[in-house]
């Protein structure tokens, strides 16, 4: 499983190259809102993407969760490596996608009512971006002693989020220079 420790031993220059050497075109097929695609190729530091696909890399056999469908790039992205199963949720049906990979399951509801979210190590959140349910998304991971890596999308995108941001004290990272230009957090719960 994916540490604190095993992050730490990773070094930004390795990092970005690393995830800016992922090539995302193929997967960029199963996007039909040409809009999206285009954000969908961009390099890391722009968007996210590329950091998503690089992560789903450091875990095997594992459920991982995207929480925010929209149209379905991030569940893409995460479904870069084939051995893991990807869940993504939203509260409505409104992706634009063609044959979208194997390894993804799609799900409209709530998410904190999957009995395997828990037990997932990680999940990529990309939310309504209003601070509000950001925090209590994180109270109840904190409440559920979820232990596992949360990436949060849009961190610095308003003020709402950056304070959202401001309150956790978990071990916490800005991966902004790695993922999207709006913010990309990451938190450890442990």
Known sequence: MFTIEHFKQLNYAYLADKINSISLKNSSEHITND??????????????????AFFSTLFNDCQLFDIGTH????????SYNPKNIVVSYDIINCRELRNPPKNIMY??????????????????????????DEWEFHNFFLSKRYKGVIFWDDIHLNSEMKYFW???????YDLTRLGH??????????
């Open 35 to 52: 809009l999206y695609r285009s954000y969908y190729l961009k390099n890391a530091g722009s968007e996210h993407y590329k950091l998503l």
């Open 107 to 132: 799900e409209v509801g709530d998410f904190r009512l999957d009995s395997d979210l828990l037990n997932s190590p990680f999940i990529f959140i990309d939310a309504d971006h209003n601070g509000k």
């Open 181 to 190: 230009e709006t913010g990309t957090g990451m938190i450890f719960y442990a």
């Open 166 to 172: 401001s309150l956790v004290t978990n071990e916490k």
């Open 71 to 78: 149209i379905g790039g991030s569940s893409i992205a995460m």
